[in-house]
């Protein structure tokens, strides 16, 4: 299971220059390029377990831009995937563990240890939404 989300934007540029300004955004930002076709650019990143808290959460864990052409228009489909199921996993592990322990020593109002774990998983999901906006629209400009 993966948390896959896509969007589209439409440009009236070149396919040889939407790939180029992918290939370049790609550079810029560390991560590291696993595919490149002459309509599409996968990327994935690769530093992700070397890396600090906010950065952490303001990287994708990988993605994919595809050009479409339609008429005179092309249109860039970013599909990416902003959370590995690796989060999800240990951050359950971490709250059933934590809120079975409470509950066996009967302190029901300690499970609230667990909302900064699941406070995060929230916060990085909609920071990502926003980076993937901004990294298509730099795309497309």
Excluded: C
């Excluded at 303001?58 to 479409?68: T, Y």
């Excluded at 996993?89 to 029901?108: E, H, K, L, P």
């Amino acid at each position: 299971m993966k948390l896959k989300y896509k969007i589209v934007k439409t440009t009236e540029l070149s396919t040889e220059t939407i790939i180029k300004k992918v290939i370049a955004l790609i550079d810029e930002q560390k991560y590291g390029i696993v595919d490149v076709t002459s309509s599409s650019v996968s990327f994935d990143d690769n530093r992700r377990l070397f890396v600090g808290n906010w950065e952490y959460a303001s990287r994708l864990n990988s993605g994919k831009f595809e050009v479409v052409n339609i008429e005179n228009t092309r249109a860039v489909v970013f599909e990416y995937l902003p959370i590995p199921i690796f989060d999800f996993i240990w951050v359950g592990i971490i709250v059933v563990g934590i809120n079975i322990f409470v509950s066996v020593n009967g302190s029901y109002i300690g499970g609230l240890i667990t909302l900064p774990f699941i406070g995060l998983l929230i916060f990085k999901h909609y920071n990502l939404q926003t980076k993937a906006n901004e990294m298509l629209a730099t795309v497309v400009a």
